[in-house]
């Protein structure tokens, strides 16, 4: 994985614009069950639609997600997550402005929430597919050189597997991976 290909999150308004629990929800839908409307998004998430079009349009000023312009008509209006950037790697502390750095905590605090929630429900995906639900658990010393070696190979290897839903086979399925690996399909 070069450098090119990645993308840090280190504007804060971007940040922020992903710091927020409903629009990591939104995220994670249009990843997994792919376009939606603002009304399908409310009804799934218990929201107004006045409140979800608004959470679509900060998305979309950041380039998280696109309108499709060709399935949208009148008021209605199709997204659907953005495809790049695919490598997306969050800022260090002092990559931010001190003021900043609450955004990036926030961040961590709603993504390790879905993370332990995950992690919770792996039990249950393996008895119910274990040929669908893996993990791994291992000890390795490494020098700093080798860690971020380690963590690019990791990265390059989920972005060889990481398809769209138009792109992936019929067979395919939407995986949850974070060392452990369950569909996000049954969510």
Do not use: C
Request: hydrophobic share 35%; no cysteine.
């Amino acid at each position: 994985m070069t450098d090119e290909e990645r993308f840090v999150l280190d504007d804060p308004a971007k940040l922020k614009a992903l710091a927020h629990p409903m629009r990591q929800l939104m995220l994670r839908h249009l990843s997994i069950h792919g376009p939606a409307t603002s009304t399908t998004l409310g009804e799934l998430l218990g929201a107004k639609t006045g409140t979800t079009s608004y959470h679509l349009r900060q998305l979309e000023k950041y380039g998280f997600i696109e309108e499709i312009p060709e399935r949208s008509t009148g008021r209605e209006r199709w997204w659907r997550h953005a495809r790049e950037p695919r490598d997306m790697r969050l800022p260090t502390p002092d990559q931010l402005a001190s003021e900043d750095r609450p955004v990036l905590a926030e961040f961590h605090r709603i993504s390790m929430e879905e993370d332990r929630q995950l992690f919770e429900s792996f039990p249950e995906a393996y008895w119910r597919e274990p040929e669908w639900a893996k993990a791994s658990r291992g000890l390795a010393r490494m020098t700093k050189a080798e860690f971020e070696e380690f963590f690019d190979a990791y990265i390059a290897l989920l972005m060889r597997y990481n398809r769209t839903a138009e792109e992936a086979p019929p067979d395919a399925r939407p995986m949850h991976v974070r060392l452990f690996a369950l569909p996000a399909d049954d969510d």
